[in-house]
């Protein structure tokens, strides 16, 4: 497949359960691929138990990955965290018993975090946020507490920040930009809003912060009408074999691209300036 521009997935997952990483990688570098942002899952996506310490492994086992997808050939932000749903499936099991749960991650994985960042083996952390179901309020103001201490992390150690929000529109991405301001994060294009809305997507442009929106065709084409000029796209492949294909392939944004520059050369400033323009700016690399 012929691809006139640089394609990235700035949001994707792997598991070695799955394709895994080095397989992922080459089929993406194929299809014109140069750049991924692979974020950790919850630690039963490995294989692993659904503790606190299996979410450290899991981190662990994540950051091999990135290993992997980098002697692929793709330039690779690696990015590890503690996902909301995992947040809450701990509250719900601990009987609501949120304040212990947060002081240990707090006082413990993400003072891993921290440490994999001034080391260089993560480029950000995610993901961290909110559940976007129902669920009992411990839940939320444990997430919320997390998120707090998430940005004060890229705060005081660099790298990036992959929120998972609810899509409740303009409330949302006020009530992180809120936070984002109180807690003094300076490199605001560093917080992601991942999965956004396109009208979200907008919003977080207009505040400073950055944003994913899916990369299938349709997305990206009303994300250029809205004039959302700060949105990366993201396959939010989760690797999972039973679940093959959610939400899309990696690969499948390059038949995006393709698609949106057959139908309108125009797109092609748009198209390279997600591929290529906010992923330089954002993460700091470059395409080969």
Not at 115 to 126: T, V, Y
Not at 139 to 150: K, P
Not at 166 to 181: A, C, D, L, N
Request: glycine share 8%; charged share 20%; hydrophobic share 40%.
């Amino acid at each position: 497949m012929r691809i006139a521009i640089p394609v990235a997935d700035a949001h994707a997952h792997a598991s070695p359960l799955g394709l895994g990483a080095s397989r992922i990688s080459k089929k993406f570098k194929e299809h014109g691929g140069w750049f991924m942002a692979l974020v950790s899952l919850p630690p039963q996506h490995y294989g692993l138990p659904q503790t606190l310490e299996g979410a450290i492994k899991a981190i662990e086992l994540h950051l091999k990955q990135c290993d992997e997808a980098r002697r692929a050939g793709i330039k690779v932000a690696c990015i590890g965290g503690i996902h909301p749903a995992f947040v809450d499936h701990l509250i719900k099991r601990s009987s609501g018993k949120s304040l212990n749960i947060v002081s240990f991650i707090q006082e413990n994985v993400m003072e891993f975090l921290a440490k994999m960042i001034d080391e260089g083996k993560l480029q950000g952390i995610g993901e961290f946020g909110r559940p976007h179901y129902k669920t009992i309020p411990e839940s939320f103001a444990a997430n919320d507490a997390l998120l707090l201490t998430a940005l004060e992390v890229i705060r005081d150690h660099g790298g990036v920040l992959h929120l998972h929000l609810e899509q409740g529109g303009q409330i949302t991405v006020e009530s992180v930009e809120v936070m984002v301001k109180s807690l003094g994060v300076r490199n605001t294009k560093s917080v992601v809003l991942h999965h956004a809305t396109t009208g979200m997507a907008l919003q977080a442009c207009e505040k400073g912060l950055s944003a994913t929106v899916t990369g299938r065709s349709e997305v990206l084409a009303q994300a250029k009408r809205l004039n959302a000029l700060c949105v990366e796209a993201e396959s939010d492949y989760i690797d999972d074999p039973k679940r093959p294909g959610v939400v899309m392939y990696p690969w499948k944004i390059a038949e995006s691209v393709n698609e949106l520059l057959g139908t309108n050369a125009e797109f092609y400033e748009f198209l390279y300036r997600v591929m290529v323009d906010n992923i330089t700016d954002v993460y700091g690399v470059e395409p080969p």
